[in-house]
């Protein structure tokens, strides 16, 4: 072996055959999902909500409308599902869009 091979990285000392090691395969996993949902009250007005959906969650009027109608009806409605830190800007934009309009819609994540 010439002098500072072991050294090396990469060197397999154990094989004797001074060899290099296979790089590792890294599996990587996919990120944790978080539903977004909106939940009902009495004073947050159905259009907002509406415009809410079309404005942060890309849902068609159509779309918007439906999910706005799960809320009123059922209590909560399903925005979307993300990876946590989309999940989480996206609770913080709706937030701040119903607080500037004085609503107290709520917008909370929750892991899928």
């Not at 397999?12 to 909106?38: H, I, M, Y």
């Not at 947050?44 to 706005?68: D, G």
């Not at 799960?70 to 399903?78: F, I, P, Y």
């Amino acid at each position: 072996m010439a002098e500072g091979e072991q050294d090396k990285p990469g060197y397999d000392e154990s094989s004797g055959q001074g060899g290099v090691l296979a790089e590792r395969q890294v599996r990587t996993e996919r990120p944790s999902l978080f539903k977004v949902l909106l939940h009902n009250d009495d004073y947050t007005p159905m259009e907002f909500v509406v415009e809410v959906l079309t404005r942060f969650f890309n849902k068609s009027q159509t779309q918007a409308t439906e999910i706005m109608l799960a809320v009123h009806h059922r209590g909560t409605g399903l925005c979307g599902v993300y990876p946590y830190e989309i999940a989480e800007t996206k609770v913080a934009q709706v937030t701040e869009a119903a607080r500037e309009q004085e609503y107290p819609l709520q917008c909370t994540l929750e892991r899928a």
